[in-house]
């Protein structure tokens, strides 16, 4: 399997002193699902942000597809984050338009300017964006304004959008932390079998810790802006859960159905 990314010894600290990373090091490989899990602060959503430099790091190096992020500025930038689909926990929808056009966003990093402002896509992009949509139970919603869906159906849109634009690796922050269980298991399904479909590497970053252990080929777990745990699921014993979160699996299942 190819290697899609790969942190070494990197690290990130704010300017009020935080250290949200400390010397974190991993690979991802293409076709991996692999849950980013820790308790809030732990630094899951500072990964997720430094891979296509959302943010940049303060040390260490973050390689893409083989090439440096934090050396790539510009065109360069913007063809390697190309590369990254990325999926919200607040959808980050257009709700003024339709769902196609929002599914359609998905192209922009491959048009020039003048075509990406006046929305002129090709009709292979909207027959892509429909199948996907299809592919997704939505394609009735095609052409309803986005601001119209459920929270369920938004995130669907989501993923269509991040799927639209060819990824080889997806980023999930927290997809499911605004649905109610149903649409949260829904959701979950999609992504696994969309990426595994297509062998697109897959980070979600989740506060649901049965819900990682079920879909994750992969868990890493974060504490204080370390990884403390890499492993397949059967290897997250009640011990290293416990070194993760600093309290035991039986709190943390009854705190995530209480949130739910």
């Known amino acids: 399997m190819e290697q899609i990314l790969k942190f070494e010894n990197v690290s990130k600290s704010y300017p009020n002193g935080v250290h949200a990373l400390k010397n974190v090091s991993f690979n991802v490989k293409e076709g991996e699902f692999i849950s980013v899990i820790g308790p809030s602060g732990s630094g899951k959503s500072t990964i997720l942000?430094?891979?296509?430099?959302?943010?940049?790091?303060?040390?260490?190096?973050?390689?893409?597809?083989?090439?440096?992020?934090?050396?790539?500025?510009?065109?360069?930038?913007?063809?390697?984050?190309?590369?990254v689909g990325m999926i919200f926990q607040n959808y980050n929808l257009v709700y003024s338009l339709s769902v196609l056009q929002n599914v359609l966003h998905g192209c922009l990093g491959y048009m020039n300017g003048i075509r990406g402002v006046c929305g002129m896509y090709s009709e292979d992009d909207k027959?892509?964006?429909?199948?996907?949509?299809?592919?997704?139970?939505?394609?009735?919603?095609?052409?309803?304004?986005?601001?119209?869906?459920?929270?369920?159906?938004?995130?669907?849109?989501?993923?269509?959008?991040?799927?639209?634009q060819e990824p080889k690796l997806l980023l999930c922050d927290e997809p499911i932390a605004s649905l109610d269980p149903s649409s949260a298991k829904t959701i979950m399904d999609l992504l696994r079998d969309m990426t595994s479909k297509r062998n697109i590497a897959c980070i979600v970053n989740l506060h649901q810790l049965d819900v990682?252990?079920?879909?994750?080929?992969?868990?890493?777990?974060?504490?204080?802006?370390?990884i403390v745990f890499d492993g397949v699921p059967s290897e997250l014993t009640d011990e290293m859960i416990e070194r993760i979160y600093g309290t035991s699996r039986e709190n943390l299942m009854i705190g995530a159905s209480a949130n739910e």
Request: aromatic residues 4%; proline residues 1%.
């Open 49 to 83: 942000r430094s891979i296509n430099r959302l943010i940049p790091i303060s040390g260490g190096s973050v390689c893409l597809d083989g090439v440096s992020v934090s050396d790539q500025k510009g065109r360069k930038l913007r063809e390697l984050r190309r590369k």
């Open 127 to 164: 027959k892509k964006a429909l199948a996907l949509l299809e592919e997704l139970g939505m394609e009735q919603f095609a052409y309803n304004r986005a601001s119209d869906l459920s929270g369920g159906q938004k995130q669907r849109v989501g993923i269509a959008r991040a799927i639209m």
């Open 212 to 226: 990682a252990v079920k879909y994750s080929t992969r868990i890493i777990g974060l504490s204080k802006g370390e």
